[in-house]
């Protein structure tokens, strides 16, 4: 099947946009684009014919402005979609990491990067690894600043030796893999550990409150039926949930959460999802363990036995094990 008229079709249209005065005016027509040429409008030998020759069509100068950032930062993103390419992916963190650009922004960019290399993971290099991080931890410390003061880490006298917290980015059904392993963890821990839980959906797993134009942006799913809901039930037991709303990630209900831990004093907090900003600064806080150890596998005697070594790691003050980990799986 020739697939030139419909690859030129979408190269006049898409040079047009990356050329325009102002990109913002054609957002949905972008998330069209996108949507219609991912989702199979064009074959992968068609999408690089079409990256080809809207590579050879877009220049960008110099002392760009806001909008020729906008215009820039749209072209890299969808060259990484059309061709999986390590060295697009690398130059579109390393220009997202340059921007002058309201750091709100820079963090809706990072997740939509985050996004890419979850579908494409052989489009990771150490560069572009060591990019993401540095990005991360700016938007944390961005994030931290706005709050202001947490006040001091909270020592384990002072703590809750029967309560826990387990923070999670994403909350759907027993069907989803991250809430199927929340689940399971608040499981053991009331069960198992004979300690009381309470789950927070911090909702911000691919934040949308802060879009920049390009073509195809990925948000995320939410119960929106958990809103306002007091308690989630796991296997028949009732356990306290709180949801953030879509605005996160968002100071406010950041300094909510923490103000919570900070009232709770649990003994430990379990971190469900990487690179969660709110898990990061509540650090600061209490010792956080990232649910990937404590639940590499849905086998519950798994789980139970990594839950009792981490309590003894935090009984016996060992806390720079526990911080040395967090710090690892956010590298």
């Known amino acids: 099947m020739n697939e030139l008229p419909i690859v030129k079709e979408y190269e006049n249209r898409i040079v047009d946009i990356l050329s325009c005065e102002d990109i913002t005016e054609y957002f949905d027509e972008m998330l069209q684009i996108g949507a219609r040429i991912i989702s199979g409008a064009l074959s992968p030998e068609g999408k690089h014919e079409l990256a080809d020759r809207i590579r050879k069509s877009v220049y960008f100068l110099p002392n760009e402005s806001t909008q020729d950032m906008l215009r820039h930062v749209a072209y890299l993103h969808l060259m990484v979609r059309l061709t999986d390419s390590r060295e697009f992916y690398t130059e579109f963190l390393a220009y997202v990491d340059g921007m002058r650009i309201d750091e709100r922004y820079r963090f809706f960019l990072l997740m939509q990067a985050r996004y890419l290399s979850y579908q494409k993971p052989y489009i990771i290099t150490l560069e572009s690894d060591r990019l993401f991080h540095k990005i991360y931890k700016r938007s944390r410390d961005f994030y931290r600043g706005r709050i202001g003061d947490l006040g001091s880490f909270i020592k384990l006298k002072d703590r809750r030796a029967n309560q826990t917290i387990i923070l999670t980015q994403q909350y759907l059904t027993d069907t989803h893999r991250e809430t199927h392993i ?4 608040a499981q053991e821990i009331m069960v198992s550990m004979c300690q009381n839980t309470f789950i927070i959906n911090t909702n911000d797993l691919l934040p949308v409150a802060n879009v920049v134009p390009l073509f195809g942006i990925e948000g995320h799913n939410s119960m ?3 809103a306002n809901a007091n308690n989630v039930y796991v296997r028949g037991l009732s356990v306290p949930y709180f949801q953030c709303d879509d605005r996160m990630p968002s100071e406010d209900e950041m300094h909510i959460i923490l103000s919570t831990i900070r009232e709770v004093r649990p003994e430990y907090i379990i971190s469900c999802g990487d690179h969660a900003i ?3 600064i509540a650090a600061k806080i209490v010792p956080v363990i990232p ?6 596998t ?6 139970r036995e990594n839950l009792l070594n981490y309590r003894r790691m ?4 060992r806390f720079w094990q526990i911080r040395f980990r967090v710090q690892e799986a956010k590298k």
């Open 182 to 185: 929340t689940n399971l963890i």
């Open 224 to 226: 929106q039926y958990l």
């Open 278 to 280: 709110t898990a990061s």
């Open 291 to 296: 649910g990937y150890q404590i639940a590499p």
């Open 298 to 303: 849905d086998d519950p005697q798994v789980i």
């Open 314 to 317: 935090i009984e016996e003050k």
